[in-house]
T-cell receptor, first 111, second 113 residues
Framework: KQEVTQIPAALSVPEGENLVLNCSFT??????LQWFRQDPGKGLTSLLL?????REQTSGRLNASLDKSSGRSTLYIAASQPGDSATYLC??????????FGKGTRLSVIA | EAGVAQSPRYKIIEKRQSVAFWCNPI?????LYWYQQILGQGPKLLIQ????????DSQLPKDRFSAERLKGVDSTLKIQPAKLEDSAVYLC???????????FGPGTRLTVL
């Protein structure tokens, strides 16, 4: 059974810092890994999707990497801003199976 | 392009009452998902549709939860009767196909008293 773990559970950083969020999964035979952002009381916004054949994806200040063999992914946020404050969720799936989510990392960027 | 629409956004009911949620996916998306997100947890899949057929409902508590996707577009999720532990956010998502990126709606926050 696939399990997804995200560390740390919460993180507080001053504005302007670069930061890394970690995601690990127990079954490396994944098809997609997806990073989401969730603001309080809101739904999920897809940030980046990495297919199993890819090593990384970039969008603006965000960069996600995937190391399938070790069952790890990182989300790098450059020059953090207060507007980046949210919960970041990592999820994986295997072929046609549903996404399995971690519990998320709650990020606070202090101005 | 319009996103995934859900209604209502909030619902408060008493235990043993019934409740229904509605979802309209992104136009052209064949796959539709219902997830339950309990506070402090990641979303958990309840049911997945491919067009109007059920692909996976293994984690749906079928004694009280039901869902349908008539005509392969809109979907409704019903809880009857509700229990206190059903308090959660119910998220609907859609994708072009089962292996494509999923897009989520704003969710419905259910409180069972």
């Amino acid at each position: 059974k696939q399990e997804v773990t995200q560390i740390p559970a919460a993180l507080s950083v001053p504005e302007g810092e670069n930061l890394v969020l970690n995601c690990s999964f127990t079954d490396s035979a994944i098809y997609n890994l997806q990073w989401f952002r969730q603001d309080p009381g809101k739904g999920l916004t897809s940030l980046l999707l990495i297919q199993s054949s890819q090593r990384e994806q970039t969008s603006g200040r965000l960069n996600a990497s995937l190391d399938k063999s070790s069952g790890r992914s990182t989300l790098y946020i450059a020059a953090s801003q207060p507007g980046d404050s949210a919960t970041y969720l990592c999820a994986v799936n295997k072929g046609n199976t549903p996404l399995v989510f971690g519990k998320g990392t709650r990020l606070s960027v202090i101005a | 392009e319009a996103g995934v629409a859900q209604s209502p956004r909030y619902k408060i009911i008493e235990k043993r009452q019934s409740v229904a949620f509605w979802c309209n996916p992104i136009s052209g998306h064949a796959t539709l998902y219902w997830y339950q997100q309990i506070l402090g947890q990641g979303p958990k899949l309840l049911i997945q549709f491919q067009n109007n057929g059920v692909v996976d409902d293994s984690q749906l508590p079928k004694d009280r939860f039901s869902a349908e996707r008539l005509k392969g577009v809109d979907s409704t999720l019903k809880i009857q009767p509700a229990k206190l532990e059903d308090s959660a956010v119910y998220l609907c998502a859609s994708s072009l196909g089962q292996q494509n990126e999923q897009f989520f709606g704003p969710g419905t926050r259910l409180t069972v008293l």
